[in-house]
């Protein structure tokens, strides 16, 4: 009976090719567009770590206090003095201490000129925490974190560059007219959003990073951040002196990550957080409540204070979205008046026997094949879409929109549903028709 239905579709199209392809414009326009934005959107909004981001968490400590933090949120980032008694405390089955330092590279073949390089300082685990992927090697060890160890990870980009892609492990690297063994190379790493450094790079969707040194060892270097350093106004002067006085301020500039693997994890971590708190308040170094947060990656990457994901891309969404309901509405007027003009022969049919039933499967398949069709006109202009959307949206972002399986279904799926949703109306219309009328008038 099906495919009954769907041979009436075709010759129903047939007759009234210009509303057809009308309809079907306006459905793969509006599905096309839907589309081209949902997959940025998808791209931004994108979990970045799905099997784990439930038990790695920022820890925020309020070294403000409430007359100068932001709505009552703890600073993102932490001063020395939390971040080193974070280190040091091993609360968590794992814990990494991030700021964005740049190096010079000084490159042993006498005709490549020294050229700078970002990196990030970090502590041993976070490698083993963000599950990074290595080419060759691995990362350094604790002790090697004690010791201050002049080691370093590069990226298998900085490798090619350097040593022409061959394991490097074991050679040697000259940063800052400072030679470093390197003990791993990444291999093609790039998590996008780079979360566990946002605030460190400002870009959470720019490059990666080429250089992870141990965390000590920068500190050691005195290498000042390239990243986001922010004061209290009442607790010390921004213009800082000297190393030491950074180191002993209340300035935050180091991001803390702690891996948490079960909620009562969660719970004992966040309890010492806040006896960690009330101790520097009954030290007098705070004079205010313990003011305390944990946030998993989601919620840190939706902080309201540095949105990761891009405001425009959001807006887009809810524009395309309000564009194909527009769409739909025509659709809804255009499917109306090509049903209607068949009232004779909805009036033939029920006087032939025809159910109501069989009126709205008839009608409904025939929605559903316009809307295959608008599907694949979609699917076409999506494909089209997706080649200039770094012209509207940022790069970084656009770089990772992709019309893959998934999207390629769901731009079919939405314009076949859409249409039978616009059908609906139209179809009951179709189906109060009184045959004894219609019979009456064309007789």
């Known amino acids: 009976m099906l495919t009954y239905y769907f041979d009436l579709a075709l010759r129903s199209c047939r007759r009234s090719k210009a509303l057809t392809a009308l309809v079907v414009v306006l459905m793969g326009c509006g599905v096309a567009t839907c589309m081209v934005t949902f997959a940025v959107f998808r791209a931004a909004a994108a979990d970045p770590i799905p099997w784990k981001s439930n038990q ?43 700021y964005g330092s740049k190096w010079t590279v000084l490159p042993n073949d006498v005709r490549q000129q020294p050229f700078p390089q970002e990196g990030d300082a970090v502590s041993s685990d976070f490698f083993a925490m963000f599950d990074a992927r290595f080419r060759y090697g691995g990362g350094w060890s604790a002790s090697d974190d004690d010791q201050r160890a002049p080691v370093v990870v590069i990226s298998s980009a900085l490798n090619q560059k350097l040593f022409g892609g061959t394991d490097s492990v074991g050679r040697e690297i000259n940063l800052d007219a400072h030679v470093y063994r390197i003990v791993g190379v990444l291999d093609d790493w790039d998590p996008r959003p780079r979360y566990f450094d946002v605030m460190s790079t400002y870009d959470a969707f720019g490059h990666p990073r080429q250089l992870y040194l141990p965390f000590s060892r920068a500190i050691d270097l005195q290498k000042a951040t390239t990243g986001e350093f922010y004061c209290s106004t009442n607790t010390v002067d921004p213009d800082l002196p000297d190393w030491s006085s950074i180191l002993h301020s209340e300035c935050a500039w180091i991001a803390a990550w702690v891996e948490l693997p079960t909620r009562a994890d969660v719970a004992h971590y966040h309890d010492w957080l806040s006896n960690y708190a009330a101790e520097q308040q009954h030290l007098d170094r705070f004079d205010w409540p313990p003011n305390v947060r944990l946030s998993d990656v989601m919620q840190w990457l939706h902080q309201d204070n540095f949105n990761v994901i891009p405001k425009s891309s959001a807006l887009s969404v809810i524009v395309s979205v309000s564009f194909l309901l527009i769409c739909l509405v025509n659709v809804v007027g ?70 893959d399986a998934p999207l390629f279904l769901l731009t079919v799926l939405v314009a076949v549903l859409a249409t039978l949703i616009a059908a609906l109306y139209p179809t009951w219309r179709a189906a109060q028709v009184q045959p004894a009328w219609q019979l009456k008038v064309n007789g």
């Open 56 to 98: 790695l968490f920022v820890p925020q400590i309020d070294n403000f206090g409430p007359a100068h933090n932001w709505k009552g949120q703890p600073p993102v980032l932490l001063s020395y003095i939390d971040a080193k008694a974070l280190l040091q405390a091993q609360q968590a089955r794992r814990q990494v201490l991030i």
């Open 334 to 403: 255009l499917m109306l008046a090509r049903f209607m003009r068949r009232a004779p022969e909805i009036g033939v049919r029920r006087a032939l026997g025809a159910s109501r039933g069989a009126i709205y499967r008839q009608f409904l398949v025939e929605a559903a094949a316009i809307g295959l069709a608008g599907g694949v006109l979609g699917l076409l202009l999506t494909a089209l879409g997706m080649a200039g959307i770094s012209k509207v949206f940022e790069p970084e972002i656009a770089r990772l929109a992709q019309l």
